[in-house]
């Protein structure tokens, strides 16, 4: 993924407290960040309350491939 641009990071920013995230600063990380190989947003706003049914754990560790590494998901259908 690429670095985050200014406007995604003022779309992110405001959910962190010093250096920690509330969910819901997880899930709008992943709909301003999560492209296809296209660059197409993969979320968009309506997604959010799906979103939020996930761990904020397994929100991290996806954030987190998606600035460290690659995240491959077999079935995402069956996260939901």
């Known amino acids: 993924y ?3 641009t200014l406007v995604e990071y003022k779309e992110i920013f405001p959910y962190f407290t010093g250096d920690q995230i509330d969910l819901e600063g997880f899930v709008v ?3 301003v960040r999560a ?3 296209d ?3 993969l979320f968009s706003n309506a997604h959010k309350p799906e979103l939020r049914r996930l761990s904020s754990d397994l929100l991290s560790k996806i954030i987190n491939q998606m600035k460290f590494g690659t995240f491959e998901v077999e079935d995402p259908e069956g996260n939901f």
Do not use: N
């Open 35 to 37: 492209r296809d190989e």
């Open 2 to 4: 690429p670095e985050m």
């Open 39 to 41: 660059g197409k947003r």
């Open 29 to 31: 990380t992943l709909v």
